[in-house]
């Protein structure tokens, strides 16, 4: 069980999140934004600085939001999907697929609204606000969820070892701290490779924390960071949404072929290589595939989503609410036994699981359940600080 992140429950993807300062996870709910130098976990991952009343609101990019948005969707539909893969090859394929890129997306979007964070009295207070606090709170609630819905009555409570969806609040913690330190050192993004690719060798590193999983998935983490607006107005472009067709059918051909044999798992980047089953070798080897593969796919991901302001675009300022809180939902799934009618596992019973998943995840970031969750997933907590250092909600 902790073992997923945000997509599977062993999910990722983690978590996942997502989309997702920042499941996704996140960025923060609020209408306005302060531009792409702070996130936290609503941005998905993947976040926008909170106005104050020394510098007025800029307006937030629609074209992130809407990404954040779609990327959470996904987070949501392949989860819901983790019951339907097993005598299903079609399920296991668009499974493969959308795991492939849905967390990278997530955590490269994160990555890119960290930019600013610089340490700053002022930020490591929005990063305890809006990440640690609602890490330690939804710890705690999958904990006692999970008693019930697993049948594990004497599950502990660690803070540790996260479980479920809120192993990407323990990474965009440790990913955000570190931030600045890869703005410093010379080819950050070929030296988080190498830390991702080495972590693959080693299946001592343990689960405190998900430092596997932390490790792996840092490269997506870094990129962001390097990532500049104009670099995402190039996979805009038209040329590239043509040519994301083709290459997603076939990498949805290639999910298809690879379906049978178990290659999915390379994708939670949960797990060591000889934890996978296979030579340790394969470890760096996958980490440079997989790598590949997921940035093709997120800058197709990217290409497709509009840049204009839709009916889900304010949604995308609340994906980390839809990311913590979907899980609720699926947990609850198992005692409720909703999978266990065998019309779902036909064609239009995966269908209708699908719209399920993606209509109570869309549910989730709206005004409403804000309202009534924002205590939890972005508290202001000021009687936990010193006067005098500015804080805010977080984002991602």
């Known amino acids: 069980m902790r073992q997923e992140g945000i997509g599977q429950a062993?999910?990722?993807?983690?978590?996942?999140?997502?989309?997702?300062?920042g499941p996704e996870p996140a960025e923060p709910p609020q209408p306005t934004q302060a531009g792409p130098t702070e996130a936290g976990p609503n941005e998905a991952g993947p976040t926008p600085?909170?106005?104050?009343?020394?510098?007025?609101?800029?307006?937030r990019d629609a074209f992130f939001d809407n990404a954040k948005y779609l990327a959470i969707l996904l987070v949501a539909v392949g989860h819901a999907w983790e019951p339907l893969r097993e005598g299903s090859r079609t399920v296991t394929a668009f499974y493969?697929?959308?795991?492939?890129?849905?967390?990278?997306?997530?955590?490269?979007?994160?990555?890119?609204?960290?930019?600013g964070f610089d340490g700053s009295p002022r930020r490591v207070k929005r990063l305890i606000t809006g990440v640690a606090v609602p890490y330690v709170v939804f710890e705690v609630a999958y904990t006692l969820v999970t008693r019930w819905t697993d049948d594990a009555p004497d599950r502990d409570v660690s803070l540790l070892d996260p479980l479920y969806l809120t192993w990407f609040l323990?990474?965009?913690?440790?990913?955000?701290?570190?931030?600045?330190?890869?703005?410093?050192?010379?080819?950050?993004?070929?030296?988080?490779?190498?830390v991702a690719m080495l972590a693959t060798l080693s299946p001592a590193i343990g689960k405190d924390l998900d430092l596997q999983r932390v490790l792996q998935?840092?490269?997506?983490?870094?990129?962001?960071?390097?990532?500049?607006?104009?670099?995402?107005?190039?996979?805009?472009?038209?040329?590239?949404?043509v040519a994301a067709v083709p290459v997603f059918a076939a990498a949805l051909a290639v999910a298809y072929?690879?379906?049978?044999?178990?290659?999915?798992?390379?994708?939670?980047?949960?797990?060591?290589?000889?934890?996978?089953?296979?030579?340790?070798?394969?470890?760096?080897?996958?980490?440079?595939?997989?790598?590949?593969?997921?940035?093709?796919?997120?800058?197709?991901?990217?290409?497709w989503v509009p840049g204009r302001h839709t009916w889900f675009t304010a949604l995308g300022a609340a994906t980390l609410y839809g990311y913590l809180l979907h899980g609720f939902v699926k947990q609850a799934a198992g005692p409720a036994h909703w999978y266990d009618h065998p019309w779902i596992h036909q064609p239009l019973g995966a269908l209708a699981v699908t719209l399920v998943?993606?209509?109570?995840?869309?549910?989730?970031?709206?005004?409403?359940?804000?309202?009534v969750f924002r205590c939890v997933v972005e508290p202001r907590a000021e009687w936990a600080f010193r006067r005098g250092g500015e804080g805010g909600r977080a984002t991602a």
């Not at 493969?96 to 930019?115: E, N």
């Not at 998943?357 to 309202?371: F, H, N, Q, Y």
């Open 257 to 303: 072929w690879a379906a049978p044999r178990g290659v999915y798992p390379w994708f939670f980047h949960n797990d060591s290589a000889v934890q996978l089953g296979a030579p340790s070798w394969y470890g760096p080897v996958m980490t440079l595939a997989t790598f590949g593969c997921s940035l093709v796919l997120v800058a197709c991901f990217l290409a």
């Open 170 to 194: 323990a990474a965009l913690f440790i990913w955000r701290l570190t931030a600045p330190v890869w703005r410093l050192v010379r080819r950050p993004l070929p030296l988080a490779l190498a």
């Open 96 to 115: 493969t697929l959308v795991y492939a890129f849905h967390m990278p997306a997530f955590i490269v979007i994160s990555g890119h609204f960290s930019r």
């Open 357 to 371: 998943a993606a209509l109570t995840v869309t549910l989730l970031c709206t005004s409403p359940v804000r309202r």
């Open 10 to 21: 062993t999910l990722p993807s983690n978590g996942t999140e997502p989309t997702p300062e």
């Open 217 to 241: 998935f840092l490269p997506y983490f870094v990129l962001g960071l390097l990532l500049k607006p104009e670099h995402f107005r190039l996979v805009r472009r038209r040329a590239v949404r």
């Open 49 to 59: 600085a909170e106005p104050t009343q020394a510098a007025p609101a800029k307006k």
